[in-house]
C-alpha cells in the first residue's frame, strides 16, 4: 500500500537538515612554531572563528561540530563563548585524533541523528565565502552523495618518483594534462551516511574526505571553488589571509 504523505526521497533531502564538522585538531607544523593553528590569530581573531562563522554564515547550517585539539577543547569553548556567533546555530565541541581523518570521525561520531547532511570543513579554510557554502549543500540537496568545491590550476603539475633519501633527484614521471585536474577546497558535502559508510570502510591514508567516497566507487560532484577558499598552510597565507580580511573591510566601508 502506498503513502502519499511520505516525501518523496528528493524531497526528503531537499528538507534535510545541515550539519558542519569543522576539524581543527592540527598543530599547523608546515606554518612553524606556535599555537595549534586553528588557534592562531589573523587580524586579533582565531582562525577558528573565522572558520565557525563562514560555516554559520549559511542559514542552512544549524549545527556546528569543532574538533578541537587533543588537549584544547575547553579552551576551545572558551573561545566560542568568548565571540559574537549566530544564535540560530548550535555548537559542539570535540577533542580530535592523531590525523585529520580521525578527527573527522570523532566529528562525525558526535553527530545528533536529526542531521543528514554533513559539511567537512578544514579550520585552516577562514576565509571562505558563503556563497560556495551554500552552493556545496544545494548540490548535496540535489542528490550528490559528496560534492567538492574545486578550481582550475595556474601551475603545471608533474608526477615525479619521490627522493629515497633528501637530496636526490626526483625524475619526472608523468606531467598530467592540467585542463583536466582541479585544486579540491572545503567545505566538501555528504549524504551523510555515504560519509559514515566511507569512514567505516576506508582505511587507507587519504587527504580530504571526498576520495574516501570515491573508494566506495560513487561518484563525486565538483562546484566552482573560490580564490578566498585558500588553505593557511604555510606563513605566507598568513599575509595573504590578512589581506583578504583587510579589503574585506575596506569594502564593508569599516
Ligand atoms: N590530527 C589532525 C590534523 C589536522 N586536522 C585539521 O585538518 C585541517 C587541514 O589540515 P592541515 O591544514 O594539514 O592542518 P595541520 O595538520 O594543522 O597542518 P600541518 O600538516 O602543517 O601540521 C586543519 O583544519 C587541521 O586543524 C585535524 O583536525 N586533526
Ligand atoms: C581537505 C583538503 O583541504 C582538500 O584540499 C586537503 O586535502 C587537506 O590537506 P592537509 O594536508 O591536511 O592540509
Known amino acids: 500500500m502506498s503513502d502519499d504523505?511520505?516525501?518523496?526521497?528528493?524531497t526528503a533531502r531537499a528538507e534535510a537538515r545541515t550539519a558542519v564538522?569543522?576539524?581543527?585538531?592540527?598543530?599547523?607544523?608546515?606554518?612553524?612554531?606556535?599555537?595549534?593553528?586553528?588557534?592562531?590569530?589573523?587580524?586579533?581573531?582565531?582562525?577558528?572563528?573565522?572558520?565557525?562563522?563562514?560555516?554559520?554564515?549559511?542559514?542552512?547550517?544549524?549545527?556546528?561540530?569543532?574538533?578541537?585539539?587533543?588537549?584544547?577543547?575547553?579552551?576551545?569553548?572558551s573561545l566560542l563563548d568568548a565571540h559574537a556567533l549566530p544564535e540560530r546555530t548550535d555548537f559542539l565541541i570535540v577533542p580530535g585524533g592523531a590525523e585529520r581523518q580521525d578527527s573527522v570521525k570523532l566529528g562525525l561520531d558526535a553527530l545528533p541523528p536529526e542531521y543528514d547532511i554533513v559539511l567537512v570543513h578544514d579550520a585552516a579554510r577562514p576565509l571562505v565565502p558563503v556563497d560556495t557554502v551554500d552552493a556545496v549543500i544545494e548540490a548535496v540537496r540535489d542528490g550528490a552523495p559528496a560534492v567538492v568545491p574545486a578550481l582550475p590550476l595556474?601551475?603545471?603539475?608533474?608526477?615525479?618518483?619521490?627522493?629515497?633519501?633528501?637530496?636526490?633527484?626526483?625524475?619526472v614521471v608523468a606531467t598530467p594534462e592540467r585542463a583536466r585536474l582541479r585544486a579540491v577546497q572545503t567545505p566538501q558535502g555528504f549524504d551523510r551516511a555515504?560519509?559514515?559508510?566511507?569512514?567505516?570502510?576506508?582505511?587507507?591514508?587519504?587527504?580530504?574526505?571526498a576520495s574516501m567516497v570515491e573508494q566506495l566507487g560513487l561518484t563525486v560532484v565538483v562546484v566552482p571553488?573560490?580564490?578566498?577558499?585558500?588553505?593557511?598552510?604555510?606563513?605566507?597565507?598568513?599575509?595573504?589571509?590578512?589581506?583578504?580580511?583587510?579589503?574585506?573591510?575596506?569594502?564593508?566601508?569599516?
Do not use: C, Q
Not at 164 to 169: M, R, T
Not at 198 to 203: D, Q
Open 194 to 209: 555515504t560519509l559514515v559508510r566511507a569512514h567505516e570502510t576506508v582505511t587507507d591514508n587519504v587527504t580530504d574526505d
Open 154 to 171: 595556474a601551475d603545471t603539475v608533474k608526477e615525479v618518483e619521490p627522493a629515497s633519501a633528501a637530496g636526490d633527484p626526483e625524475p
Open 5 to 10: 504523505s511520505r516525501p518523496s526521497p528528493t
Open 21 to 77: 564538522v569543522i576539524p581543527a585538531a592540527g598543530r599547523g607544523v608546515r606554518l612553524g612554531p606556535g599555537a595549534p593553528k586553528a588557534l592562531r590569530a589573523l587580524n586579533g581573531t582565531p582562525m577558528l572563528i573565522h572558520a565557525v562563522r563562514a560555516m554559520a554564515a549559511s542559514r542552512a547550517v544549524s549545527l556546528v561540530v569543532v574538533v578541537a585539539p587533543p588537549d584544547g577543547a575547553a579552551e576551545v569553548k
Open 225 to 254: 571553488g573560490h580564490e578566498e577558499a585558500f588553505k593557511v598552510t604555510r606563513p605566507l597565507d598568513l599575509v595573504l589571509a590578512e589581506a583578504v580580511l583587510a579589503r574585506r573591510r575596506l569594502n564593508d566601508g569599516f
